[in-house]
């Protein structure tokens, strides 16, 4: 199999939105917190174009980062601030406290804060959305050589929660980035994407792959990224939807869905079982031809999907490489197909947005991420765009579903500070 060749590093290009958001969310800050942060960091969400329950297996994935995303307002405590006045308790001010908050209340204005100290930071000791920074300060501080202090921190995020396009991936690497920088530790960001996804493995508990932080910290505008997940190399491969008159929509269709939950967990079993079963260490050294027959039914349907998964993705590549933009449509469908049907991870409503929007026009959809809800993505002409986001919300309302969520993304640029 043919992975990334070699990769090309294009400027980096903030939108002006990322700016204004930034300046805003310092003036909270200082609101907050009574002083000005350190800086403001920014990491996106993302929309994988295919490629999917294949990173876990050490294979290939395609995802790009989407023009929405988290932003993290930070200050480091300071050495000052690290003497214990007399008679103050060291939870309220001390060097080690993690002062957290969100300008995301789920209950409507306000603020969403949370606090911990660095030293004895466990697995579940930090709840909600506060794990996710916290796992990041539990694996950096682990790291040799690494002492991280208190710090405080804001957060805004436009990365829809629950939708399955990754918010709290971007709320690990806006936190990564943010000390990287800070505290001069020179990840670069194969090294930060491992150390997210640890994070998310060993704090979180949620037994994700690497796809969804190197999408967030290596994305570029205007390209998806070819990322072989074994070796971490990659490849920023052209998407010029415009040019092509496409453009692509995320059907959000609000089912909730947790890869903390045990369908994403038992599918990964499933592959390591049948790796095992084929003599191999991951499923990535099984060829694609192989003999299946020898598996019981399930796990062969799930091996088969994560080997023509793989080959869907070269295909895709090689037809992008080619220009062949609406040559990857029957790529997607049949990679949800796949998904649906052998892998398992679909519901009636993925299912109900991919067959609508395909029926309106769309040159290709599929379901997107790890799937039991969450979104899909099509790849849809700019001229019927609105016409397939009015066929889909019909649909739903037809059925008495929830009205879904529908908007375009934009293949956008990585992590990086903004301010
Ligand atoms: C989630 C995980 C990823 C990946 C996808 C499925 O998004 O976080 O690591 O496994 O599901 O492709």
């Not at 790849?379 to 529908?406: I, K, N, S, T």
């Amino acid at each position: 199999m043919t992975g990334p060749q070699t990769p090309r590093q294009p400027a980096r290009r903030t939108g002006p939105d990322d700016a204004a958001r930034a300046q805003e969310l310092s003036r909270r800050f200082a609101e907050v917190y009574g002083h000005a942060p350190d800086g403001v960091w920014r990491a996106p969400g993302r929309v994988n174009l295919i490629g999917e329950h294949t990173d876990y297996n050490d294979g290939f994935v395609l995802p790009f980062a989407i023009d929405r995303s988290a932003l993290v307002a930070v200050r480091l405590r300071r050495a000052a601030e690290q003497e214990r006045p007399a008679g103050q308790d060291e939870d309220a001010t001390g060097r080690h406290v993690v002062d957290l908050a969100s300008t995301y209340a789920p209950d409507g204005g306000g603020l969403s804060r949370a606090r911990f100290r660095i030293p004895g930071l466990a697995p579940g000791s930090v709840g909600g959305w506060g794990a996710y920074p916290a796992g990041v300060v539990h694996v950096l501080a682990g790291l040799d050589g690494v002492e991280v202090p208190g710090f405080e921190l804001l957060l805004d995020s436009t990365v829809p929660v629950g939708a399955g396009l990754s918010s709290s991936h971007a709320v690990e690497v806006a936190t990564v980035v943010a000390l990287n920088d800070l505290l001069d530790l020179g990840l670069d960001g194969p090294e930060m994407a491992r150390l997210t996804q640890r994070a998310e493995n060993e704090f979180v508990g949620a037994p994700t792959g690497i796809m969804d932080q190197s999408a967030s910290l290596r994305g570029r505008a205007g390209a998806a990224l070819f990322l072989d997940c074994r070796s971490q190399a990659a490849e920023l491969v052209p998407l010029p939807l415009g040019r092509h008159g496409l453009t692509v929509l995320v059907i959000d269709t609000r089912v909730a869905h947790s890869h903390a939950d045990g369908g994403y967990g038992a599918r990964r079993a499933s592959c390591e079982r049948g790796a095992a079963a084929l003599g191999a260490a991951s499923l990535r050294d099984v060829p694609e031809q192989a003999d299946l027959t020898g598996l019981d039914e399930e796990t062969a349907r799930r091996v088969r999907h994560v080997l023509s998964e793989n080959r869907r993705v070269l295909d895709t590549v090689a037809r992008l490489r080619a220009g062949d933009v609406r040559g990857i449509g029957e790529l997607l469908v049949a990679s949800h197909a796949s998904m649906r049907d052998d892998y398992e991870i679909s519901c009636p409503e993925l299912d109900l947005a991919v067959d609508t929007a395909l029926a309106a026009g769309a040159v290709g959809a599929r379901m997107t991420g790890g799937g039991f809800g969450g979104s899909a993505i099509a790849l849809v002409p700019e001229v019927r765009a609105d016409l397939v986001r009015g066929a889909v919300v019909e649909a739903f309302a037809e059925l008495g579903h929830r009205a879904p969520e529908v908007f375009v993304v934009v293949p956008g640029e990585g992590a990086g500070r903004v301010r």
